[in-house]
């Protein structure tokens, strides 16, 4: 059975339920503001910043769009419990999480009257945060880029809704309106994309970051980190080549946390593609052309409707 849940573009207010991920080093206020406003949650990456250029970014992305906003603070950062505080006292209408629980901070954000949106990769979690009163909650599958967890989207997305009442939003693997509508189907209320906003034309990432995602297929990212319990999916390179073989002897966390360090930047800014930390989900496979923001969201859109009115007549088997 279907259950109700509140909806989420009446509790974001916005006009489609498509979020845009807060991706370190890419996710910069002129990307979250061109998603604002072609009526999307753009979403500032917190995770890249130091407390003083969020505010700044805060500042920046006020100036372009009147239309509601997110940042996402990465729950390893240093700077995350400063960044919480930053965002409370902006008034930012919505905080993602991702990379851990964000239990300590939901009260001190509710208060705010910010909408909390973690990200969850298990149902206990997400019921645990449920509990604790968060808005809706992103159930991110291991398809997607970056930092992930160990379910795939096709059991992570119904399971999370199964356990839960608030608004789910489906992320990992998603890049158009196939996976939009496969979202709606597993039981989530909207979407959250990372990897398809990069090839987009408002999205500041180096030229050779979005090279390589659309003439990528679906078998060219790789995870890595497995083995110390922080897995990261991102394109095979030397880089990742490398972190491979100091997984297989046996180096230690922090040894390998070095040779990532500074890896993300290298490839988002300098497009450094053979050394630098590409991370990408495997829907990097599915995207093929550059768009503008607009243009993007209005042809997923399209493409749902379309997908949505022959899947109706589908039902004689
Ligand atoms: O956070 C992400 N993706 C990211 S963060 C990032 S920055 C980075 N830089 C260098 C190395 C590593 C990361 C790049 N990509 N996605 C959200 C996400 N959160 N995916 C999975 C989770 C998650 C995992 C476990 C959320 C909660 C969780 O809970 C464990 C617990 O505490 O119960």
Redo the contacts with the bound molecule.
């Keep these: 059975m279907r259950q109700e849940r509140p909806s989420l573009t009446k509790l974001l207010e916005i006009k489609y339920p498509i979020l845009q991920?807060?991706?370190?080093w890419v996710a910069d206020h002129t990307l979250a503001a061109a998603v604002s406003n072609a009526g999307g949650l753009g979403i500032i990456a917190g995770?890249?910043l130091t407390s003083e250029e969020l505010l700044a970014e805060i500042h920046e992305v006020r100036k372009l769009t009147s239309n509601p906003f997110g940042v996402?603070i990465?729950?390893?950062s240093p700077f995350a419990e400063e960044q919480m505080e930053i965002v409370r006292k902006e008034k930012v209408p919505v905080v993602t999480?991702?990379?851990?629980?964000p239990s300590r901070f939901i009260d001190g954000l509710k208060s705010a009257g910010t909408k909390v949106i973690?990200?969850?990769?298990?149902a206990?979690?997400a019921k645990r945060l449920e509990k604790q009163g968060v808005d809706a909650v992103?159930a991110?599958g291991m398809e997607?880029?970056?930092?992930?967890?160990k379910v795939t989207s096709m059991v992570l997305i119904p399971a999370v809704a199964s356990a839960t009442q608030i608004p789910v939003v489906a992320a990992g693997g998603i890049a158009d309106g196939r996976g939009f509508v496969a979202s709606l189907a597993l039981g989530a209320s909207g979407v959250q994309m990372g990897t398809r906003f990069i090839c987009t034309s408002d999205c500041s990432a180096h030229i050779r970051y979005k090279e390589k995602i659309l003439s990528s297929n679906e078998l060219d990212t790789v995870v890595t980190?497995n083995a110390n319990g922080?897995p990261?999916r991102a394109f095979r390179n030397r880089l990742t080549r490398y972190i491979e073989e100091l997984e297989k002897r046996g180096e230690r966390f922090e040894e390998i946390e070095k040779v990532?360090v500074g890896a993300?930047k290298r490839a988002a800014k300098e497009g450094d593609v053979i050394s630098g930390?590409l991370?990408a989900g495997q829907s990097s496979g599915l995207i093929k052309e550059v768009l503008s923001v607009s243009e993007l969201i209005e042809s997923i859109i399209e493409e749902a409707e379309e997908i949505i009115g022959h899947l109706g007549g589908m039902t004689k088997w």
């Design positions: 991920g807060g991706m370190a995770g890249s996402n990465m729950l390893l999480t991702g990379a851990g629980s973690p990200v969850v990769a298990s206990g979690l992103i991110e997607a880029g970056g930092h992930i967890g980190g922080h990261v990532a993300l930390s991370m």
